[in-house]
């Protein structure tokens, strides 16, 4: 499998000469910042349960004050520990029962002694941060602090849409004292879509040393990613990232934004196409330029290297959300975190770290790293 790179040497052509992820990081990198994940929150401090709630199954009867009302504000008034919202969901759901009928609507009136069987099952959220046992690529691990490679397609915390199934519930399975700590140790946080290094504290002092090196920009991060079009050699985005204005889900370059300083560099480039084998000629789509580059952060910003690569009309290969298209054989972001280093923050001692492309990333590297290849072949016999 294809490794994060090891040399900058960078070509002058239009189609790069080929540099394989095989090839460099050596020289001192960047000061980095932390950014935030899919969702753009900040959870704060998260109080973990370490058991997951039972449902309950509880007798309401109707009173002649209640006559009249609506279900679900019935309920609401008797079962306050629950939002109005969640109980219309049990109510949907079929879990509340008026005199042994089931009862669909919300808006269905209560009568004077009617009873009701309601089954209460908790919400999603509070189910969310309780352990669940699974596989951890861990890359490096002390009794203070541990370094994951993460999976694409993992969410790193709960949050909506995704309260199971996470990285936080994970950590919480791994070791038991991370029931106690924020986020259960998690100091950073990678899209769900990205794979690659992250940090994360075992130990309440190990948390706070690095949310201080975090700040004082002294941990260091690089990221390998493919690109639409031919990037040049090497340059750097300084552009402000917020909100964006229009697409709520989307960051964008911004005035009023957070000030976000990205260094790219170009490892190679080259065109590709899908297979059209049994297609018609006319429909035949004509290969596209591609570039694989190196990515530095100096901020951490929201989708920050996503954000700053589609402001310069490259954005990342599959990375929908910014337009960027499927090609290389990848169905998602093309973005990994490669190589992380950072001081040790109870033992002193420098940490270094470098991941491998995963296989999908790695793949789609070698195809056109190929392409590359052969350009330059037909570029060196034409000459």
Not at 49 to 78: K, M, N
Not at 87 to 98: F, N, S, W
Not at 275 to 286: E, I, L, T, Y
Request: charged share 20%; proline share 7%; net charge neutral.
């Amino acid at each position: 499998m294809a490794r994060p790179p090891r040399s900058a040497a960078a070509p002058s052509s239009s189609v790069s000469e080929s540099v394989s992820p095989d090839a460099s990081l050596s020289a001192p990198l960047p000061d980095d910042d932390w950014g935030d994940d899919e969702s753009g929150e900040d959870l704060g401090v998260i109080a973990a349960a370490t058991s997951r709630p039972e449902p309950e199954q509880r007798t309401l009867e109707v009173p002649l004050s209640a006559q009249g009302q609506r279900l679900d504000a019935f309920l609401a008034a008797c079962v306050p520990e629950y939002s109005r919202s969640h109980l219309k969901t049990l109510i949907d759901a079929g879990c509340v029962q008026v005199n042994g009928q089931p009862a669909t609507s919300p808006s269905r009136k209560v009568l004077l002694g009617q009873v009701l069987n309601v089954l209460l099952k908790p919400t999603a959220m509070s189910q969310a941060f309780v352990p669940e046992p699974m596989d951890l690529d861990v890359v490096f691990e002390d009794e203070h602090l541990m370094v994951i490679n993460k999976p694409a397609g993992l969410v790193v915390h709960p949050a909506a849409g995704n309260w199971s199934g996470t990285l936080m519930n994970g950590l919480l399975a791994h070791h038991a004292a991370a029931v106690e700590l924020p986020r259960a140790g998690i100091v950073h946080r990678l899209d769900k879509d990205t794979s690659g290094l992250m940090v994360v504290g075992k130990s309440l002092v190990a948390i706070t040393a690095l949310s201080r090196a975090i700040a004082a920009r002294e941990v260091s991060r690089q990221y390998l990613a493919l690109v639409q079009g031919v990037v040049p050699e090497g340059f750097t985005v300084e552009s402000s990232i917020g909100r964006d204005p229009v697409t709520r889900v989307r960051m964008a370059v911004v005035p009023a934004g957070k000030a976000a300083r990205t260094d790219v560099k170009r490892l190679l480039s080259g065109e590709w196409a899908p297979d059209q084998s049994g297609v018609k000629a006319d429909d035949r789509r004509p290969a596209r330029a591609y570039s694989g580059v190196l990515c530095t952060l100096h901020t951490g910003r929201t989708h920050q290297i996503r954000v700053h690569l589609s402001s310069r009309r490259h954005p990342l290969v599959a990375d929908t959300l910014y337009g960027g298209l499927p090609a290389l054989g990848m169905t998602r972001q093309a973005l990994h975190a490669a190589r992380l280093s950072f001081v040790h923050p109870i033992t002193g001692k420098n940490l270094r770290f470098e991941a491998p492309l995963p296989d999908d990333m790695a793949q789609a590297w070698a195809l056109l790293e190929a392409s590359a290849q052969e350009a330059a072949q037909n570029s060196a016999s034409g000459a």
